[in-house]
């Protein structure tokens, strides 16, 4: 993608989602942070399915830490790797209360510093709940970032690193849930939904894809 093409790329997005925002179910910083945590390799329809019943009885980190082990692991059973995610989300708790004052701390190196808590997560946190300009890099975003050529890169913090430098700045802080939602519904793995794509335009890909539907 040129750069030239990169404010259209975003403009079209935007008009057609002025106000995009996580899928995942929260009403505070902790009930986000624990719903990212527990996010990693799983939906995030399947994932509001759970923490609706768990934050309707815990949501603050010492009423997880009450529910203990197997407590918080009926809650979270249909979620992947649950036995882990209760793990983590219970030592976070602990470490919330012991050193945070319960709080969720709004630095990046206190954030990766918690169990189950890694760059991506600290990314969503930072930038859905504290406003920082940053960019969660998943599936999703990888893919359509290199499919795109919007930002081509052999791994996340590559796309990362280079979607910060590309990406105009008054669409940064936007920009990773407008990439999310498009390679979730528009630009998916299989099989891209290029004739709903309203930016085929600017996209590398497109003309290879188009090429080979043809009947």
């Known amino acids: 993608m040129k750069s030239a093409d990169i ?14 925002e996580t899928e995942l179910e929260y009403t505070s910083v902790f009930e986000l942070l624990a719903a990212v945590l527990l996010s990693a390799q799983a939906t995030d329809v399947g994932v509001n399915k759970a ?6 009885v815990a949501n603050t980190p010492a009423k997880v830490l009450a529910l203990g082990p197997d ?12 036995r882990t995610k209760a793990k983590n989300l219970l030592a976070t708790c602990r470490i ?12 990046r190196a206190a954030l990766e510093a918690l169990p189950g808590v890694g760059r991506k997560t600290a990314n969503v946190v ?5 406003g920082e300009a ?3 890099v998943d599936t ?11 930002a081509p890169g052999r791994n996340p913090l590559e796309v990362e690193l280079t979607l910060l430098q590309r990406v105009p700045q008054h669409y940064l802080v936007d920009a990773h849930h407008w990439l999310i939602l498009h390679g979730r519904y ?18 590398d890909a497109f003309p290879a894809i188009a090429q080979a539907r043809a009947p």
Not at 7 to 20: G, I, R, V
Not at 71 to 82: A, D, K, Q, S, W
Not at 126 to 130: K, Q
Request: contains cysteine.
């Open 71 to 82: 407590g918080v692991t009926e809650y979270i059973r249909t979620i992947g790797l649950y």
């Open 51 to 56: 923490t609706r019943r768990l934050f309707a």
């Open 7 to 20: 404010e259209s790329f975003f403009a079209t997005l935007k008009a057609a989602n002025p106000q995009p």
């Open 134 to 136: 940053t960019m969660a």
């Open 186 to 203: 528009v630009c998916q793995a299989r099989r891209p939904l290029c004739e709903q794509c309203a930016v085929t335009r600017w996209c």
């Open 96 to 107: 919330l209360i012991e050193q945070h004052g319960g709080r969720v701390p709004a630095q």
């Open 140 to 150: 999703h975003i990888f893919r359509v970032a290199n499919r795109t050529g919007l």
């Open 126 to 130: 930072l930038n859905v709940a504290f």
